[in-house]
């Protein structure tokens, strides 16, 4: 049996590092990167880090408007697909690559598998909730990593199998967090003391392509005074420059540095104060960390992390991001409601057994 790896971004990379390491014990995997993140800081080095089998091609579709991108993904995917003859396409999480990977298994009656499946922000002004839930309705395995998942496809009458599997984050954040402690040199290249400093990330299409919303988010970084680590996603740091926002960071608290290796990231999140950012992956590793986490967004997929009190939407609202900075402080019960890192095995053997069949 054949399964065939979608993935084109940061987290998908990161998911995939788990859950490639359990399909290739029991099947072969043909890995296609459609290129969305070109920026080898984006891209190449997170396989290097994670030790994920290179990808056995890279469409190197780049940057482009959502439609043309997915298009482009679509044409190069149904290729690939006819060529090596998948028994299953695998697509992660909720970013353009996911939805071409999905639409294009669909078009040659390909079974999709949809890692983080059921995720929803009930906001439809985003792309990625766009992409989740075209994604959902043509995918024939759901794979869930909450209950609130589950609910939400039940809720929207998805006929796919649907499984609770966990959330595989959890399972590469455990597999990676030894090897990030013992080889990442972050904190001393950066001159940083543990719960001494902050860390932040922006890349949310609402935040960078809405000038209000990214001038309030940066304004609120400078004037909290605090110590904050900014690494700056390329997109990112194009926009910043169009609008002249980068020239706010000049001698100030905020350092900006360069994209930053996952195992950096790890570091930098575990002993952060606090956690600034419109990720959903990071909002996840913070609770994990119990480290009290800013969300730049207005809603969240990950209900539970707001529900446990350890997550804040703050929104791009100066006022309430610089409220939020100064006095939110966390300490209490965590559900635990993402699994206990299996979920990668788990999804292994929900494939055995509906393959099987």
Known sequence: MKILSVVGARPQFIKLAVLSHEIRKHFNEFIAHTGQ???????????KNLEIPEPDINLGVGSA??????????????KIFLEEKPDLVVVFGDTNSTLAGAKAASKLKIKIAH?????????KTMPEE???????????????STQTAIENLKNEKIKGSIHLVGDIMIDTLKLSLEAAEKNSNILQDLDLKPKEFMIAT????????DEANLRNIVESFVESGEKIIFPVHPRTAKVLKSYGLDKKFKNTNVAVVR????????????????????SGGMQKEAYFFKVPCITLRDETEWTETVDDGWNILAGADKSKILEAIKNFDPDGQQNEGYGSGNSGRN????????FSG
């Open 115 to 123: 890692v983080e499946s059921g995720m929803r922000s009930f906001d």
């Open 259 to 278: 994209p930053l290796s996952y195992t950096d990231i790890l570091v930098l999140e575990k002993n952060a104060k606090k956690i600034l950012t419109d």
């Open 202 to 209: 922006v890349h949310r299409a609402g935040n960078t392509d």
């Open 37 to 47: 993140h070109y920026d080898y800081e984006m891209s190449k080095i997170f396989f």
């Open 65 to 78: 408007e959502r439609e043309e991108q997915i298009k482009k993904m679509v044409s190069g995917l149904e």
């Open 347 to 354: 999804m292994v053997n929900v494939i055995k057994k509906l």
């Open 130 to 144: 766009l992409n989740r839930i075209e994604t959902d309705k043509i995918s024939d395995i759901l794979f869930c």
